[in-house]
């Protein structure tokens, strides 16, 4: 939002906030002009009486509110569509980042009776949540057109992290939310400029949200600042440019308890309470039933050496959180329950 602000651009955040809730890190202290949402990490949809974390005041700009949703998900697109409106005639830059479907699953009636032919209850409520912003994302790029600006705007559309455990389903990939397998990872994630980027087309190599600044400021003809760890993927997508985005991809959780590498299809995982490394070629086993780790010594010695490089660039954490203990308790359920992820 700074390098977007210092461009001329309206900048705002709306919805889930999430970078920590201390006055120097909330998000008009981040570069944000505007501001309409929640600090912490989820949020009930219907009440915010200050009850509990889940039930936090809504902010609208630096200060707390007495503001009581309607409906979150629907509320957080009506600012959206307000943003738009008020900012139509200027460049602009919103993230608007639904709590939905994050717990609790809550949805309204109508949102529950377009899916009510799903028996298993859960299932049915985390469909409902996603249906809310299905609505959401229509109601917006509706307005895009409305106010004529479709084609002089890219929207990025992507999730954080795989479905959650017991109400969502990521197979064929293993694991869920939180897990360092393919069902952890890989989430929806779609690039749209009419016009611009080709409709229609599935890019295979692996991309990061990371990709999402400097791809939007050299198309918004913004310097980029140096030592940016996205990359520009307009010329991928648009079939342009040869090969792929970046050779190697890296993640850590807990500190290095949990760490994957991936380098082309090869991937090397060992995530929070396993034993041991698992080696997937994700070419042919994207839902990693084969471990190839015994059959391909040097390769892991060099994924390992890779790994411990890039790891010792790292900050240790500074506080700790209950992910370890969470990831654990999942495996040992699934496993019991003779299933690739929490049953």
Known sequence: PELFAKAGYATSHIGKWHLGAG????????GYAEFFGFLGGGHDYFKADGEDEYRSPLWRGAAPTETQPTYLTDDLTDEALAFIE???????FLILAYNAPHSPNQ?????????????????????????????????????????DLDQDTLVVF????????????????RGNKGWLHEGGLRVPFLFRWPGKLPAGVIY????????????????????????????????????????????????????????AIRR?????????????????????DPGEDRNLAGEKPALVSDLLARHAAWDEQLRDPAWSEDHAQSVTMERVKAREAGARQFP
């Open 158 to 173: 992507l999730s954080d992290n795989g479905g959650r455990r017991g109400v969502s389903d990521n197979r064929p990939l």
């Open 107 to 147: 949805a309204t009636a109508g949102y529950l009776s377009s899916v009510s032919e799903i028996e298993h209850d859960g299932r049915r409520r985390y469909a409902a949540l996603v249906r809310g912003v299905d609505a959401g994302v229509g109601r917006l790029m509706a307005s895009l057109k409305a106010h």
């Open 204 to 259: 295979d190599e692996p991309v990061l949200a990371l990709d999402v600044l400097p791809t939007a400021l050299a198309r918004a003809g913004i310097e980029l600042p140096e030592n940016l760890d996205g990359v520009d993927v307009y010329s991928f997508l648009r079939g342009e440019a040869e090969g792929a985005p970046r050779d190697t991809l890296h993640w850590r959780v807990c500190g290095g308890a949990g760490w």
């Open 264 to 284: 082309g299809d090869w991937k090397l995982v060992s995530d929070v309470s396993m034993e041991s490394p698992a080696l997937y070629n994700l070419a042919v």
């Open 23 to 30: 006055e120097p890190f909330r998000p008009l202290a981040r």
């Open 86 to 92: 008020r900012n139509q005639e200027r460049p602009f």
